[in-house]
């Protein structure tokens, strides 16, 4: 009974400690009398009590680290504050572990040194304007000198430029007399297109004026045109049936009387008379006498 007490104790004290389970997305880094021994990966392990021993314990996934904000001088000489963030994985557990001491604290001060060799070279302007090319370029760096400690180095962002308050209030200033000079362009060009199409209007209103006084003489034109035609039609007509009716000298005569009688009715205030009206009016003199004698 004895003996089963002792090896019931063991196994609760000795044995069920040292079964290990690893969870998945982890890695046991393992030690053997102080030296490294292996790396258990997912799964179900048993280690040797007093030999073996678990030095650390790793997570492979992707970790995010923000570090705080790190005073940095331009190479205009102009001191602001920029914090980074870091994305990063660990690739090798047994170089993570021996590598380097507290790795986390080792990343933080390579970004800040980093970060101010890279902004030293810029001036204030391109420090605000060219984030993606501080990324790359501190992200190059960081995943070569962290690549012997097991890390891998994902992405690096640059999460806020912080310029001094003075240098704050001039890019603000700036910024307003931009959208001000902007918006007096935009009001210039508005003004300037109104009056383009103002004067347009007004070119095609006259233009359109004038296309219509000269249809308007051309109907006119045309029209007296056609009735002068009519005329000269209707007198041609006229002499036409006269011809065709064979008249006699003395009815052409009688017509060129009628005409005569019609520019008499004018302003003219002399007529020329034919010799032939002329005796045609004695004629229809002495007829009209003979008439008033044989009534009488």
């Known amino acids: 009974m004895a003996v089963f007490l002792v090896i019931l104790v063991l196994i609760v004290v000795i044995i069920i400690p040292n079964i290990k389970i690893v969870p998945q997305s982890k890695c046991?880094?393992?030690?053997?009398?102080?030296?490294?021994f292996s790396t258990w990966s997912n799964g179900l392990h048993f280690k040797i009590p007093f030999v073996d021993r678990v030095a650390c314990v790793v997570s492979l996934k992707e970790m995010v680290k923000d570090f705080e904000p790190q005073p940095v001088i331009t190479k205009d000489n102009v001191t602001m504050q920029i914090d980074t963030v870091v994305y990063f994985q660990i690739t090798d557990?047994?170089?993570?572990t021996y590598g380097v001491d507290n790795p986390l604290r080792a990343i933080e001060n390579l970004t800040a040194t980093t970060l101010r060799n890279i902004i030293g070279e810029?001036?204030?302007d391109q420090t605000l304007t060219s984030r993606d090319v501080i990324n790359t370029k501190m992200r190059a760096i960081l995943d070569e000198a962290t690549d012997p400690w097991g890390i891998k180095?994902?992405?690096v962002e640059v999460k806020n430029i912080l310029p001094p308050r003075d240098i704050q209030d001039a890019m603000e200033k700036q910024m307003r007399a931009e959208?001000?000079?902007r918006e007096a362009i935009l009001k210039a060009e508005g003004e300037k297109k109104s009056s383009i199409l103002i004067a347009e209007g007004e070119k095609q209103s006259a233009i359109l004026r004038a296309e219509a006084d000269k249809e308007s003489q051309i109907r006119i034109a045309e029209g007296e045109?056609?009735?002068i035609l009519k005329i000269q039609q209707a007198e041609a007509e006229s002499i036409k049936m006269i011809?065709?009716?064979?008249a006699d000298q003395s009815v052409l005569l009688l017509k060129s009387f009628e005409a005569?009688?019609?520019?008499?009715?004018?302003q003219s205030t002399k007529i020329i008379v034919p010799s032939e009206l002329q005796n045609m009016a004695t004629i229809s003199t002495v007829l009209s006498e003979m008439f008033k004698d044989n009534k009488k």
């Open 122 to 124: 810029l001036e204030l």
């Open 243 to 246: 011809k065709e009716a064979q």
């Open 153 to 155: 180095i994902n992405r």
């Open 93 to 96: 557990p047994k170089l993570y």
């Open 260 to 266: 005569l009688t019609k520019v008499a009715d004018g």
């Open 179 to 181: 959208r001000e000079r």
């Open 28 to 36: 046991y880094v393992i030690e053997r009398l102080g030296s490294y």
């Open 225 to 227: 045109a056609e009735a």
